[in-house]
């Protein structure tokens, strides 16, 4: 064959190899189409710099505030108002309870709340509360996930009061719950250092020693053994739906301000669970003594002179004796509360603040995450 015949021949394969591939890609897009959007160039405008960059490469950058400035896919001098909001799919309302869906009082721009289920496919985020989760996962979202989407798992409850569900591994991105080795963090309350001079601490007037409010009583609870025990050595007052005295939110306030040393007893032990039962009485002026996780792990989150911690004392009767004690001694009791000079309580808002923090957290991590092995992390440790 002479070389103008194989050139001609090369030449007619080619075609046809590329005309097989135009059909490939007709037949494709008419049967399959793919709900692809291209957005605009402003969707990937970087901070600092008026470029912006194809989207494959913004995906790669990641939340990189400062991509590279060169290359040929760049368009320069292009400029925009702003980067679009985040959203977040509120999924399931926890607990069936609706909260306001706005993030203005937490100053977080550019984050936007939604419980509207037909905006799936343009939500950064789905926020699925644990505790509302059927045990077959019936009521999850069934559509396939955008590929920029992520789920964050979200719980405030202890293992020992959620139901444990294998099958949600290597199915969320991002965990949101109050362990501080949580993707999100969300402790029930925090310290914040005192950004002034602070006026000496007034103690509320006090007229009880110690106090209980509790309203899920089981006698299987080390709360409740503890309790029926340190009973018998001094005198506790007791409120709440167990001891059939319902107190509301006012009321509430008005009890633990007025006792010297508050029971906060949680109802199950596990690392970081410390609820509004310590941060709550810490905030009115009551000394909590903590029934829970580790001191060690108490220490983590407030100052180690705060409370007092039942295992610092080797039976219920020694504690009571300690407490009669401080509640003579008024300079010693006083100590309790050096830290309110330091620092000042603030608790979490259940709901809408989660929501808020979440959208926050997606809105400056654009990156790849995954959460594979969320039974063990949770439960089995």
């Not at 075609?15 to 709900?35: I, S």
């Not at 006698?219 to 503890?226: L, N, P």
């Not at 508050?262 to 310590?278: A, G, P």
Request: hydrophobic share 30%.
């Amino acid at each position: 064959m002479s070389l103008s015949s194989c050139q001609m021949t090369c030449q007619r394969q080619i075609a046809f190899g590329c005309l097989l591939l135009v059909c490939f890609v007709v037949v494709f897009f008419t049967y399959y189409k793919p709900e692809i959007e291209f957005p605009d160039c402003s969707d990937y405008l970087k901070r600092g710099n008026h470029s912006c960059v194809c989207p494959v490469e913004a995906q790669t950058q990641g939340s990189n505030p400062n991509p590279p400035t060169d290359g040929p896919q760049q368009i320069q001098d292009v400029e925009v108002d702003a980067e679009p909001d985040t959203l977040l799919l509120i999924w399931m309302w926890p607990f069936g309870h609706k909260f306001d869906l706005s993030c203005d009082m937490f100053k977080y721009k550019g984050c936007r709340l939604t419980d509207d289920k037909s905006l799936y496919h343009k939500a950064h985020g789905v926020f699925i509360h644990h505790r509302d989760i059927h045990g077959n996962l019936e009521n999850l979202p069934s559509e396939p996930r955008p590929w920029f989407q992520k789920w964050v798992w979200w719980n405030m409850e202890s293992p020992t009061h959620c139901a444990k569900l294998p099958r949600l591994d290597n199915l969320f991105n991002l965990t949101f719950c109050y362990r501080s080795d949580s993707h999100i963090p969300a402790p029930y309350g925090h310290f914040l250092p005192q950004t002034s001079e602070v006026e000496s601490f007034q103690l509320p007037t006090k007229d009880k020693l110690v106090c209980w409010i509790v309203s899920n009583w089981n006698a299987a609870f080390k709360r409740v053994q503890y309790y029926n025990e340190l009973k018998e050595h001094i005198q506790i007052e007791t409120y709440g739906r167990a001891f059939g005295k319902n107190v509301d939110d006012q009321n509430y306030d008005s009890i633990v301000s007025s006792c010297k040393f508050y029971l906060s007893f949680e109802n199950s032990q596990h690392k970081d669970y410390i609820t509004e039962k310590l941060f709550k009485p810490m905030r009115l002026g009551a000394v909590p003594v903590v029934l829970g996780t580790s001191r060690e792990n108490y220490e983590n989150h407030i100052p180690g002179d705060s409370f007092i911690h039942v295992n610092d004392f080797s039976s219920p009767k020694e504690l009571a004796e300690r407490l009669l004690h401080l509640g003579q001694d008024t300079t010693e009791y006083m100590r309790y509360f050096d830290w309110k000079k330091r620092y000042k309580v603030e608790d979490t808002q259940f709901g809408r603040e989660h929501a808020c923090k979440a959208c926050r957290y997606l809105q400056e991590n654009r990156g790849y995450h995954a959460s594979h092995n969320l039974t063990k992390w949770f439960w089995d440790q």
